[in-house]
């Protein structure tokens, strides 16, 4: 009977490592999204879409680039929303809603398992109403519009080395190692916030292990509509590390019109362009 009872749970956990490794997508009016393992042998990221959010004309999207493990991406997925939500219920005060947000977010994260000590997850959100959009960024995913022609970067990437980070880590008294050339490996390893490549995360930490200078603080960005907008992409760094903004805008303008999911097509192109991490992206098109 035990015997059985193990095969049992091993065929749960095999199938559950499997749907874990099964790319994510969704293809809906005005949305594409695709989330795909890469070439890693975990996949870590996740995402969200919610049209009509509380029940308004607010369209939110979320990507959480987990590391370490799924378990706080995952936490964001399904919590992160919620908790802005009845915040922004209580407030009417969107901006508000998201800073104090975040904070709870965090606070509950430390309340989590120990278990998923270890796991943390950068976040980027947008909300899009019908006069502006709002984006809250934590960590190195992006942001970006295209509009009629100019490409606007909603968001900035939050990297150890980044000037502004820079002098925030350092007032914090936060260490950080400058990047180098790997030469038995050809490749060049970026600076780094102690064991991080990005300087603001959500993470779970042992009071022993807190890093200075990383934080989970959003920086918000809000932009007015101006109606020749033509579609924002959010999307992780496995996107990024490979495509510049303008490479990225270029090829869903070129594609955007085919009514396969272009989502999944950039995800491809960046698999062709050799892309090391999971790779997740968003497209909202306002057209």
Excluded at 70 to 89: F, V, W
Excluded at 90 to 108: E, P, R, S
Excluded at 195 to 203: C, G, L, T
Aim: charged share 25%; hydrophobic share 35%.
């Amino acid at each position: 009977m035990n015997y059985l009872k193990n095969i049992f749970f091993a065929c749960i956990i095999s199938l559950t490592f499997i749907n874990q490794l099964k790319p994510m997508a969704y293809q809906e009016n005005k949305i594409t999204s695709f989330a795909g393992i890469g070439n890693r042998s975990n996949m870590e990221d996740q995402y969200q879409i919610i049209e009509n959010w509380n029940g308004e004309k607010i369209t939110y999207l979320g990507v959480f680039d987990g590391h370490g493990g799924r378990h706080i991406a995952k936490y964001l997925k399904k919590y992160l929303h919620e908790t802005i939500l009845n915040i922004y219920k209580q407030n009417n005060d969107l901006i508000k809603a998201i800073k104090v947000g975040f904070n709870k977010i965090n606070q509950a994260i430390q309340k989590l398992p120990r278990y998923k000590i270890g796991s943390g997850s950068c976040a980027i959100v947008a909300f899009i109403l019908n006069d502006k959009i709002i984006i809250a960024n934590c960590g190195d995913s992006r942001a970006v519009l295209y509009k009629n022609d100019p490409i606007v970067q909603l968001s900035n990437d939050h990297k150890p080395d980044s000037p502004t980070e820079r002098e925030r880590i350092n007032k914090a008294g936060g260490k950080i190692s400058e990047r180098f050339f790997y030469e038995s490996c050809n490749v060049w390893v970026p600076a780094r916030l102690e064991n991080f490549s990005v300087s603001r995360a959500f993470e779970y930490f042992n009071r022993d292990n807190i890093v200075q200078g990383l934080i989970y603080e959003p920086e918000i960005t809000t932009y007015d509509l101006q109606g020749d907008e033509e579609f924002l992409i959010l999307a992780s760094d496995g996107i990024w590390d490979v495509l510049s903004n303008e490479e990225t805008v270029n090829f869903v303008n070129e594609n955007k019109n085919l009514k396969t999911n272009i989502s999944e097509l950039l995800y491809q192109n960046a698999m062709d362009k050799k892309t090391r991490d999971n790779c997740t992206n968003i497209i909202f098109r306002f057209k």
